[in-house]
Structures are given as structure tokens and as C-alpha cells.
């Protein structure tokens, strides 16, 4: 196969144009409009200060991942990252609510599930992986 070299700038820019981006939902990743505290996913600066149970309060439906620290509020688990799976918008808690959670660090790695009975999120306790 004969290798061809692009130099007309539309076919260029419609290229660019058709790639996937962290900014375009349409092209297949999460829309620049799922972030929290000014970033796209959750990270170390926005969410050592945010339990993983208020995860869903900040967050719409899709996969960010979180981090946890010694300053998180009534946190046991130590160190680490979560990654947050949810079902449903914003602060949801209807029963079409279902969050799963991933926790690795410090020698750890953890799981549990979470639903929504219409009044708040019921969350299962954190098994080992």
C-alpha cells in the first residue's frame, strides 16, 4: 500500500474534527459538563475532602474515580483511589439508582454496591476483592 500525504486543510480539520475527545460526549468519551469542583473527573484536589457515600451528589451518570486521604471525612480505608460506576443524574436516589465502587490502596482492594430506595442511597458494606 502506496503511503499518501495529506496537505489540504479541510481534510485535515475534518480528521481532527472526527477524533475523540475528553471534551465531546459525542465523539465517545465523558462530556466536559460531568466534573466536579472544575475537572472533568473527580481528582485529588476535589475529592480528598468528599466521603465516597456523597460521590453520587457531585457526579452524573458514567465512571469517575475519586481520592481518598487522611482528611476524608469518616474515612477508614486509608489512602487510595475509588472508581465510581452510577446508573442515574445528580443526586439521585430512586430505585433506577445503582452505584458500584472499586477501592484500591495502601495493600487493599475493595468493593461494594450501592441503590437508591427513593429516599437515599442504601449501601452494602466493603468486601475484599
Keep these: 500500500m502506496d503511503k ?9 480539520e475534518l480528521l481532527r474534527e472526527s477524533l475523540p475527545t475528553a471534551t465531546n460526549e459525542k465523539k465517545g468519551l465523558l462530556s466536559s459538563d460531568n466534573k466536579v469542583m472544575g475537572g472533568l473527573l473527580l481528582n485529588a484536589a476535589a475529592t480528598h475532602s ?13 465512571i469517575m474515580i475519586g481520592i481518598t486521604s487522611y482528611i476524608t471525612p469518616n474515612w477508614t480505608l486509608g489512602g ?4 465510581h460506576c452510577q446508573r442515574d443524574t445528580i443526586g439521585s436516589v430512586t430505585t433506577s439508582q445503582m452505584i458500584f465502587q472499586l477501592f484500591f490502596g495502601e495493600d487493599k482492594i475493595k468493593f461494594r ?3 437508591g430506595n427513593k429516599t437515599e442511597i442504601i449501601w452494602r458494606e466493603w468486601k475484599d476483592l
Excluded: A, Q, R
Design 4 to 12: 499518501i500525504s495529506i496537505t489540504d486543510v479541510n481534510v485535515i
Design 50 to 62: 468528599i466521603h465516597p457515600n456523597d460521590y453520587y451528589l457531585y457526579t452524573k451518570e458514567g
Design 80 to 83: 487510595g483511589c475509588v472508581i
Design 113 to 115: 454496591y450501592g441503590y
